[in-house]
Nanobody, 112 residues
Framework: QVQLVESGGGLVQPGGSLRLSCVAS????????MYWFRQAPGKQRELVAT???????AYADSVKGRFTVSRDNAKNTLYLQMNSLKPEDTAVYYC??????WGQGTQVTVSS
């Protein structure tokens, strides 16, 4: 099963930006639809963004226009560019493959 490792989280002020990365351990990454999920304290995990193997994207309404998902299949890497961050974006962010593999998560905290 492919292993996923997220990075790029941290503390940022409202209105700021972060870019998350998710590196896959296998080149089979290119064949998967990939997802970004997030889970805030006390809340259910929610789907944030999707990107298919050919680059078609979809977003949750709450992040549309602010977040951009992309992938570099040559580097087995998934990205999430997050702009205009809000305190309600605070959560642990996870990447996931269409085969069901999850990363360990990276914390994003938006606070002044």
């Amino acid at each position: 099963q492919v292993q996923l490792v997220e990075s790029g989280g941290g503390l940022v002020q409202p209105g700021g930006s972060l870019r998350l990365s998710c590196v896959a351990s296998e080149s089979s990454f290119s064949a998967y639809t990939m997802y970004w999920f997030r889970q805030a304290p006390g809340k259910q995990r929610e789907l944030v963004a999707t990107i298919t193997m050919v680059g078609t994207t979809a977003y949750a309404d709450s992040v549309k226009g602010r977040f951009t998902v992309s992938r570099d299949n040559a580097k087995n890497t998934l990205y999430l560019q997050m702009n205009s961050l809000k305190p309600e974006d605070t959560a642990v962010y996870y990447c996931r493959t269409s085969q069901g593999s999850w990363g360990q998560g990276t914390q994003v905290t938006v606070s002044s």
